[in-house]
C-alpha cells in the first residue's frame, strides 16, 4: 500500500511538472525522467511481491489440501481466495484427466515413503474412515490406528491425525 501511495504521488507530480516542460521549462525534464525511473521500479517491486504470493497460495495448495485453515484464509484478500479456488479446480481439473478413470492424486506423496503403513494418533473425532479393502475404521479421539500412507496422508496434513514416529 505505501509503495503504491509513493506511485501515485510520483505520478501526479510528474504529470504537472509534463504540463509545465510542454510549456518550455526544459529543466524539468531530468526530475520527470527521475520519478518515471521511480515508477518503474516501484512497479517491479509489487509486481515480484505480488507474484510472492502467488507462489505461496500456490504451495499452500499442495500443503493444506483444498480447504485452507481459517487461519490462513482469514490473511488473504478476496482476489487471493478466488485465486486459490481457481487453482484448485485447475489442478483437480487436470489430476482427473490423468491416470485412468478415477484420475491420479499428486498430492498424494509429497516425499517419497518409507513404509506404506505408518501408525497414526487421531487428535479429534472424525468418524469411520473407509480404506480400500472395505474395512471401516471409527476414528476416535486419541485411538492409535496402523493405516496405509496415502489413505491418511490428507488426513494428516488437515491436523485430523498425528504420525507416530518409533
Known amino acids: 500500500r505505501q509503495a ?9 507530480q510528474n504529470q504537472a511538472d509534463v504540463s509545465e516542460a510542454k510549456s518550455g521549462r526544459t529543466d524539468l525534464i531530468f526530475l520527470i525522467r527521475f520519478r ?11 509486481l515480484a511481491y505480488l507474484y510472492d504470493r502467488l507462489l505461496r497460495i500456490r504451495a499452500l495448495r499442495w500443503e493444506y489440501g483444498s480447504v485452507l485453515p481459517n ?20 489442478l483437480a481439473t487436470y489430476m482427473r484427466s490423468v491416470g485412468g ?14 513404509s506404506l503403513y505408518i501408525e497414526v494418533r487421531c487428535l479429534r473425532d472424525y468418524g ?3 480404506i480400500d479393502d472395505g474395512t471401516t475404521i ?29
Not at 36 to 46: D, G, K, T
Open 4 to 12: 503504491l501511495e509513493e506511485m501515485r504521488t510520483l505520478y501526479e
Open 36 to 46: 518515471h525511473c521511480c515508477l518503474l521500479r516501484n512497479q517491479r517491486c509489487v
Open 71 to 90: 487461519t490462513i484464509q482469514f490473511h488473504l484478500s478476496a482476489e487471493e481466495v478466488e485465486w486459490f479456488n481457481q487453482y484448485k479446480k485447475s
Open 101 to 114: 478413470e478415477e484420475g491420479l492424486d499428486l498430492t498424494q506423496d509429497i516425499k517419497p515413503p518409507k
Open 128 to 130: 469411520e474412515f473407509e
Open 138 to 166: 471409527l476414528l476416535k479421539k486419541n485411538s492409535q490406528h496402523f493405516l496405509p500412507r496415502w489413505k491418511c496422508e490428507q488426513l494428516i496434513r488437515q491436523g485430523v491425525l498425528e504420525h507416530i514416529l518409533s
